[in-house]
């Protein structure tokens, strides 16, 4: 039997969906962080990065040996995906899913940077006003950094004895940017930790076993300002 607990948040709009997770073998929980039951902090902190909290430090306040991360923007396609989840972790403390179309912090930034430059709203609505370049020249001038991984993190699984790696991946979003898939492949390769992936992506077009991305779902839940 395993441990796992699950966690999702959802801040500055109406919940898109609920998930509904039971399982006979092992043993479950689940967290929805969302406006109604977790500090607005409206004054302090932007919702974007008010849900880092429960993405990465969720260790901190529940007790668990597996810790499953899910954008609010994942539909679940099993009540129980424990078994599935285990599966790819194959023993490592770790597991992630690749990036759907690129493979360096160096690709992502660009892209982010080419967005803004265009002006689009999905991407200045996240990133506009915050210091990717310089975050990636930070990264990059590290000369023990080896830029070949970069993830999408919108569902990823970790053991308890990754806390310390989740702890300062956090420290990154503060210091740098809120763009974490920039800040998560120097993190890591820091740690040196080992890390197993999922099967898949995921987009629609290579989907996987676990989830739906509903990403246009949840934009339109959000509030508009």
């Not at 689940?30 to 109604?36: C, E, L, T």
Request: charged fraction near 25%; glycine fraction near 4%.
């Amino acid at each position: 039997m395993a441990r796992m607990h699950f966690v999702t948040a959802h801040f500055g709009g109406e919940i898109p969906w609920f998930h509904q997770l039971q399982s006979e073998k092992h043993q479950i929980s689940f967290n929805y962080y969302h406006d109604g039951n977790f500090p607005s902090r409206h004054l302090s902190m932007h919702p974007r990065l008010k849900a880092k909290i429960p993405k990465m430090l969720e260790w901190k306040y529940v007790d668990s040996d597996w810790y499953v991360w899910m954008d609010s923007s994942v539909k679940l396609l099993d009540k129980d995906p424990v078994d599935k989840i285990l599966e790819a972790l194959q023993n490592k403390p770790l597991c992630l899913f690749r990036h759907s179309y690129g493979g360096s912090i160096k690709f992502e930034a660009r892209r982010v940077l080419k967005s803004l430059e265009l002006k689009h709203s999905y991407t200045q609505n996240r990133y506009l006003g915050e210091p990717i370049k310089q975050q990636l020249l930070h990264y990059l001038g590290d000369i023990d950094f080896v830029d070949t991984n970069l993830f999408a993190m919108t569902f990823f699984v970790y053991h308890k004895s990754v806390a310390d790696l989740m702890q300062k991946w956090f420290l990154e979003n503060i210091l740098w940017t809120i763009e974490d898939q920039i800040s998560f492949p120097y993190v890591l390769h820091k740690s040196g930790l080992e890390f197993s992936l999922f099967d898949g992506f995921i987009d629609d077009k290579r989907g996987n076993n676990l989830f739906e991305w509903d990403w246009k779902s949840r934009e339109k839940s959000l509030l508009t300002k």
